[in-house]
C-alpha cells in the first residue's frame, strides 16, 4: 500500500525540480504552526513564522507549492533556491522545505480538480461569506441543521425574500426571486420564520486551475469553499501531523513550581491524548482532562493547556530531574482502550503504564503522531 501511494504521488505531480520562488499570494493548505489555518491567505512577500517542531504547506495560484518545516521566519519568495523535493519521505521529515509545480498534474485529475467539483455549492446553514461562480447559477446545498429545512432567505436591502424546500434532494437551484450580486446580503431564517445568521455573497472568476481557484476564494473570504480544494491536496500532501511545545519554546527551562502552559496544533481534526511523565517515571494523564471530556481537536485552532478546555494547572517539579510531556493525534477516537482515559490527573500504575504502550504499538490501521516536550528544571 506504501509503495503504491508513492508511486501514485510520483505520477500525479510529475517531475519535481528546484524552481525559485516569485513573490505571490498564497493559501495555506495544511499547517501545525500557530497562527495558520487552512484557507488563510499569505499575501504578497510578507513574512511567515513556523516555530521549531511545526510545518506548514502553501499553495500559490501558479501551482507551486511550499512546505516549511521550522524553525523558520520570513518571506516565502526569500526561501534557499536550493529548496526541492526528494520524494514522498520527505513530507514527513528530513529536507526542511520542499517545492513542487502542480501544473504537471492537471490532466491527472489533480486533488484540486476534483475539489472544483463542489466549490461553488452553496451551504445557507453556515454563516459568513460564502462565493458564486461569476455567469453561472448557483446550487443551494441541503442544510445539516433540520430546524433550516425549509429555509428563508430574504434580501437585506431590496426586501425580496425565497422559501427554500429541498425535500429528497442533496441540492437545489437557487431561486429565481432572488438576485446574485457581488456584496449581496441575505437573512436566513428557519421553519419557524426566526432569522438565524447572514449570508454574504461574493461573485468571483470562476476560470483557471485549481490552485488560482483556490487562493481567489480563500482572498474572497469564502473559507469553506476554498477548503473544498484545498482539504484533498492536505490529505494527498500532508499526513496527520501534531504539534507541541510550550510558551517558553520548545527547549524549556523552568525553577521548580513555575507555571508551564502548553500550546499544541494539528493540521487537521483528530482525537489527542496528553501524558505527563514525572521524574520517577510515573505517567499520568492530563488530557482529555477527564472521563466525560472529548479528546476531539479541531484541525489549526491552537489549544493551550491549562485552558478552557484542560484547566488544571501545570506546575514544573522539584530539580531533581526533568518532566516530559508526551502527546498522541489520532485519526478515530481511541476511547476506552487507553488505559486511564476515566482516571485524568492520576497517576498509572505500572501495569497500566505498560498497557498504553501495548495499545499504541498496536495500533495497524490508525493514523497516529507523537509529540512531546521535556520541561527542564534548574
Not at 525540480?17 to 497562527?35: D, I, K, L, W, Y
Not at 520570513?74 to 520542499?98: I, Y
Not at 482539504?231 to 500532501?237: I, K, L, Q, S, W
Not at 491549562?306 to 526533568?322: I, K, N, Q
Request: hydrophobic share 40%.
Amino acid at each position: 500500500m506504501r509503495k503504491a501511494t508513492c508511486a501514485a504521488l510520483a505520477l500525479l505531480f510529475g517531475s519535481l525540480a528546484s524552481v525559485p520562488v516569485q513573490a505571490a499570494e498564497a493559501v495555506v493548505v495544511a499547517s501545525t504552526a500557530p497562527g495558520y489555518a487552512q484557507g488563510q491567505v499569505v499575501p504578497d512577500g510578507s513574512s511567515v513564522t513556523v516555530p521549531d517542531g511545526a510545518n506548514a504547506l502553501f499553495l500559490f495560484a501558479n501551482g507551486r507549492m511550499v512546505r516549511v518545516k521550522g524553525p523558520f521566519e520570513g518571506a516565502l519568495d526569500k526561501m534557499p533556491e536550493s529548496s526541492s523535493w526528494n520524494g514522498v519521505g520527505s513530507l514527513v521529515g528530513g529536507e526542511r522545505f520542499f517545492q513542487t509545480d502542480l501544473g504537471a498534474a492537471r490532466a491527472l485529475s489533480s486533488p484540486l480538480q476534483k475539489g472544483a467539483e463542489q466549490a461553488f455549492a452553496i451551504d445557507p446553514g453556515q454563516p459568513g461569506t460564502q462565493c458564486v461562480k461569476a455567469g453561472s447559477t448557483p446550487m443551494l446545498q441541503k442544510p445539516q441543521d433540520p430546524a433550516l429545512i425549509p429555509a428563508t432567505l430574504r434580501d437585506t436591502a431590496r426586501g425580496t425574500a425565497a422559501k427554500v424546500s429541498w425535500d429528497k434532494a442533496p441540492s437545489v437551484p437557487w431561486p429565481k426571486e432572488l438576485s446574485v450580486k457581488d456584496g449581496t446580503e441575505l437573512s436566513v431564517a428557519g421553519a419557524d420564520g426566526k432569522p438565524r445568521h447572514a449570508l454574504h455573497l461574493r461573485v468571483v472568476d470562476g476560470g483557471g486551475e485549481g490552485a488560482a481557484l483556490a487562493v481567489r476564494l480563500a482572498g474572497a473570504g469564502c473559507a469553506a469553499q476554498a477548503a473544498a480544494l484545498l482539504t484533498p491536496v492536505r490529505d494527498a500532501m500532508a499526513p496527520l501531523n501534531l504539534y507541541l511545545s510550550t510558551d517558553r519554546g520548545l527547549y524549556p527551562t523552568y525553577k521548580a513550581g513555575d507555571p508551564v502552559k502548553l500550546v499544541l496544533q494539528t493540521n487537521r481534526d483528530a482525537h489527542v491524548y496528553c501524558y505527563l511523565r514525572n521524574v520517577r517515571g510515573q505517567l499520568t494523564p492530563i488530557f482529555p482532562p477527564g472521563p466525560s471530556a472529548s479528546s476531539l481537536v479541531e484541525g489549526h485552532q491552537t489549544l493551550s493547556m491549562p485552558g478552557d478546555r484542560m484547566p488544571m494547572p501545570l506546575r514544573a517539579g522539584e530539580p531533581t530531574g526533568d518532566q516530559e510531556v508526551r502527546c498522541f493525534a489520532a485519526g478515530r477516537d481511541l476511547g476506552n482502550d487507553l488505559p486511564g482515559r476515566r482516571d485524568a490527573f492520576r497517576p498509572l500504575s505500572d501495569e497500566a503504564a505498560a498497557r498504553l504502550e501495548q495499545t499504541l504499538n498496536s495500533l495497524r490501521q490508525t493514523d497516529l503522531v507523537m509529540a512531546q516536550v521535556i520541561l527542564r528544571v534548574d
